[in-house]
Nanobody, 127 residues
Framework: QVQLVESGGGLVQAGGSLRLSCVAS????????MGWFRQAPGKERQNVAQ?????????YIAESVKGRFTISRDNAKTTLYLQMNNLKPEDTAVYYC???????????????????WGQGTQVTVSS
């Protein structure tokens, strides 16, 4: 099995920055961390950013965060990052790191191809 552990959330004022990290451990040959999702109270889960391919750095970024958020990963591709700049109150949510098997290609807004999820980290942006 694979475990994903997120860190880096917190309370920040609007315009501030946070960097989320997601570390994978266990049988990472099965699934690797590739995407960040978020869920605000009363709202559906939203894909924020993801790598479309394990081998290539093809990236999807949601329109609502484009130009403000950046997804990246380490060389081993077992640690995923989300750099969030110019945060807005509407970015407030629980952010989840998600992993999926390496063979999957393409974007997945629904999260259906992701089979491993972290516990989530709270991001709160005050106005």
């Amino acid at each position: 099995q694979v475990q994903l552990v997120e860190s880096g959330g917190g309370l920040v004022q609007a315009g501030g920055s946070l960097r989320l990290s997601c570390v994978a451990s266990g049988q990472t040959f099965m699934s690797v961390p590739m995407g960040w999702f978020r869920q605000a109270p009363g709202k559906e889960r939203q894909n924020v950013a993801q790598f479309r391919s394990w081998q290539e750095d093809r990236i999807y970024i949601a329109e609502s965060v484009k130009g403000r958020f950046t997804i990246s990963r380490d060389n081993a591709k077992t640690t995923l990052y989300l750099q969030m700049n110019n945060l807005k109150p509407e970015d407030t949510a629980v952010y989840y790191c998600a992993g999926r098997p390496r063979h999957f290609q393409g974007s997945d807004d629904s999260g259906e191809t992701y089979d491993v999820w972290g516990q989530g980290t709270q991001v709160t942006v005050s106005s």
